[in-house]
């Protein structure tokens, strides 16, 4: 007989779409919407609802870098190799490892970025190749989550405000973190676009963020590429999220943000993945 002071195992509800924007002849973006346990890997939809009782979930977004072709396959690369520690990871977090989690998602951000490091110097035509790469990994209480570039993961709990997770890894982001650059002269820097650490793409020392956040039925995450952030402030981020316009409100989270995102500018690929754990009914 079920306890009945024990409360049901969290669900997840995700939307995700990406955009190539209005100018660009091809889209460098990819995102990534998985389930795994100890054994297998499933690939999931753009939308869908589970329950976090017999498996964990990631989610990501990875914007490739390096012209021609090789950008686009820089970020599939990203997302493709997330696969194989996964299930070993599942396995540690059931056995109540999860203090490993640190190493696990650095272990797989190294291994990518050596990947591509190896791709760039065998092949003229990925020289320079490179990719961003956001991730978020959830468990039954817990959002681990690893990243490095200027893609973003957000928070937005069922009680307060929308908060940006990750560290733009860029000159501009450091000024914007140190109160030197408010958002709007953050967005308007000649050098916003600049990284300092990323996939691959020459850089011979990474040191991606991690983290974790403990989530409540009611929050929300966003994963997004900067695509999105160039065509949507911070507030306006929230707003569709949390409270969309009646015109928009049949549509997933993710479609209202990446619509609204290249009306708005579309001079970038535009990706947006959207996670919330409902409140219980």
């Known amino acids: ?10 669900r997840l509800h995700w939307s995700a779409l990406t955009d190539r924007g209005r100018f660009r002849a091809n889209n460098e973006d990819a995102f990534l919407a998985l389930a795994f346990d ?5 690939y999931l939809g753009k939308t869908g609802q589970a329950s976090l009782a017999g498996a ?11 012209g021609a072709k090789s950008g686009e396959f820089a970020s599939r690369i990203a997302v493709d190799r997330i696969t194989r520690l996964l299930p070993r990871a599942f396995r540690m977090s059931a056995a109540g490892l999860a203090s490993g989690f640190n190493d696990v998602l650095t272990e797989l951000f190294l291994s990518i970025h050596a990947d591509l490091l190896k791709l760039g110097s065998s092949y ?8 961003t790469l956001s991730l978020g990994w959830f468990t039954p209480e817990w959002m681990y989550f690893a990243h490095l570039g200027d893609s ?17 890894h860029s000159h501009v982001g450091a000024l914007r973190r140190s109160g ?17 650490q990323a996939l691959g793409a ?3 020392f990474v040191e991606p963020h991690i983290g974790a956040v403990g989530h409540q039925p009611g929050d929300r995450f966003l994963i997004c590429s900067d695509g999105l952030i160039d065509g949507l402030w911070d507030h306006h981020l929230e707003e569709l999220i949390r409270a969309p316009s009646s015109e928009r409100a049949g549509q997933s989270a993710a479609q209202r943000l990446v619509e609204e995102a290249v009306q708005a500018s579309g001079r970038d690929n535009t990706t ?10």
């Open 38 to 42: 100890g054994h297998e890997v499933r």
């Open 152 to 168: 973003r993961i957000y928070y937005l709990p069922h009680s307060g405000g929308l908060t940006q997770l990750t560290h733009d």
């Open 272 to 281: 947006a993945v959207v996670i919330e754990i409902p409140a219980s009914a």
């Open 56 to 66: 964990d979930y990631v989610f990501a977004v990875s914007d490739g870098m390096g």
């Open 202 to 204: 020459g850089h011979q």
């Open 180 to 196: 030197q650059l408010n958002e709007r002269e953050a967005r308007m820097h000649p050098r916003r676009n600049a990284l300092q």
């Open 1 to 10: 007989m079920e306890n009945p002071a024990t409360p049901p195992p969290a």
């Open 124 to 131: 003229d035509e990925c020289s320079g190749m490179g990719a």
